[in-house]
């Protein structure tokens, strides 16, 4: 009879027992299975985020033209068509519905030139997580905190404030999506302020710079054109190009160096205006690019100089004249060349003139004497060289000497 008693108690106990097991193992795949499902959507978000990254310019383009902050989401099968996603997954939890993505442009007003348009995205299931046909926000809890280990802000609604759904960490909350606002509603979101990434450079500069940036004294390589407004300030500045469109200003003198830093280095400019004196140390060169007798334009206030554009080193300047400002030789109209001693017969060489001047020859006498009754006749034939005739009227030699000027008139 005991040993009956004793079967019954030990069968009553092992039932007991593999209840209790079957009821742990259903535990133990409802956790898997949550926390799978928690992972799953975590991928899926990460994937959403990624893909807001690479279309912002494209939605910022939209919400530019429409002026609707509600931008066209992507659903699940075109965030794996876009590459965002690696594999296939469902379009909805294991419990039913779909998974439902919202985007838009935030905060209401903002303004492509302002730089203050962000992307903001809620991803959620449709229906909220039931248990026995009931919601359960035990369940919902387990879901968004496997989701949220993943990197991603997900929260549910409690069975208390069903309304809300509450952010994990508790700094985020949000309005509950789902019709009649259920407990247990899943939701993941970036931010209603942000799209997520406004604290980085995005690549394709669509967003701007809201501060000052500290680069931490690193270098900056291949950059291309750099526009500043304010003071762009460096203890050296090295370019093989340097575009001024303002002012150069130095506390003192400027120097242009070599590279080394060690001697001048010479300056190819075009039009230059210095207001002062400028010293040279070394010879002016002008350009060969006036000719004589030609107009040419003077500013009032300064005087333009040039040289013969025959390349002879004759230096002209933009005088005024009866016929205007013209070319003139700066020595003056016709600038003297040589001095010859002569007397009746001599020869005299005629000048070697720059282009625009032609030889001219003047003759002074000096010591001679003629009969008082006489006529003196001086003067030279030829067109150069030039022969000096000083004579009297009976065309017989004076006896003088005297003094031929030669000269180029212009």
């Not at 942000?194 to 669509?206: A, E, Q, V």
């Not at 008082?372 to 000083?390: D, F």
Request: proline fraction near 5%; aromatic fraction near 8%.
């Amino acid at each position: 009879m005991g040993s009956i008693i004793e079967m019954a108690v030990y069968l009553a106990a092992a039932a007991i027992l593999t209840v209790y097991q079957i009821r742990e193992d259903i535990q133990k795949h409802r956790a898997a299975l949550l926390a799978s499902e928690g992972q799953n959507e975590a991928v899926i978000a990460d994937a959403l985020g990624s893909w807001t990254n690479d279309n912002y310019a494209t939605l910022l383009s939209q919400y530019t033209q429409s002026g609707n902050s509600t931008l066209t989401a992507p659903t699940v099968a075109d965030l794996k068509t876009a590459g965002n996603l690696k594999q296939s997954y469902r379009a909805g939890p294991f419990w039913g519905g779909s998974y439902t993505i919202r985007v838009s442009m935030v905060p209401d007003g903002c303004t492509e030139q302002d730089g203050n348009c962000h992307v903001s995205w809620i991803f959620y299931p449709s229906l909220p997580y039931t248990r026995g046909g009931k919601p359960d926000a035990s369940g919902a809890a387990q879901i968004a905190l496997a989701a949220n280990s993943q990197g991603a802000q997900f929260g549910f609604s409690s069975t208390r404030n069903s309304g809300t759904i509450s952010g994990i960490s508790g700094t985020w909350t949000a309005t509950n999506p789902l019709s009649g606002t259920p407990a247990a509603a899943i939701l993941a979101t970036n931010g209603a302020g942000n799209d997520g990434n406004s604290l980085y450079i995005r690549r394709d500069g669509s967003l701007t710079w809201t501060g000052s940036q500290n680069v931490n004294g690193v270098d900056l390589h291949n950059v291309g054109s750099i526009d500043a407004t304010g003071t762009i300030a460096a203890p050296i500045v090295s370019a093989s190009n340097v575009d001024v469109s303002n002012a150069v200003r130095s506390p003192g003198t400027l120097y242009v160096q070599n590279a080394a830093g060690t001697d001048a280095a010479p300056i190819d400019a075009g039009a230059a205006a210095v207001h002062g004196n400028a010293t040279v140390y070394g010879a002016l060169e002008i350009a060969n690019t006036a000719t004589p007798r030609t107009s040419c334009t003077s500013t009032t206030g300064t005087t333009r100089i040039a040289a013969n554009a025959d390349g002879t080193g004759q230096v002209l300047s933009c005088q005024y004249t009866a016929s205007g400002f013209q070319w003139v030789p700066v020595s003056g109209p016709s600038p003297r060349y040589q001095y010859y001693t002569v007397t009746n017969g001599s020869t005299v060489p005629a000048p070697t003139c720059s282009a625009g001047g032609s030889p001219q020859v003047l003759i002074v006498p000096q010591n001679f004497y003629v009969d008082t009754t006489a006529q003196i006749n001086t003067y030279v034939t030829g067109s150069g060289p030039w022969r000096v005739s000083m004579t009297d009227g009976q065309g017989a030699d004076i006896g003088a000497q005297g003094v031929v000027e030669t000269y180029c008139a212009y």
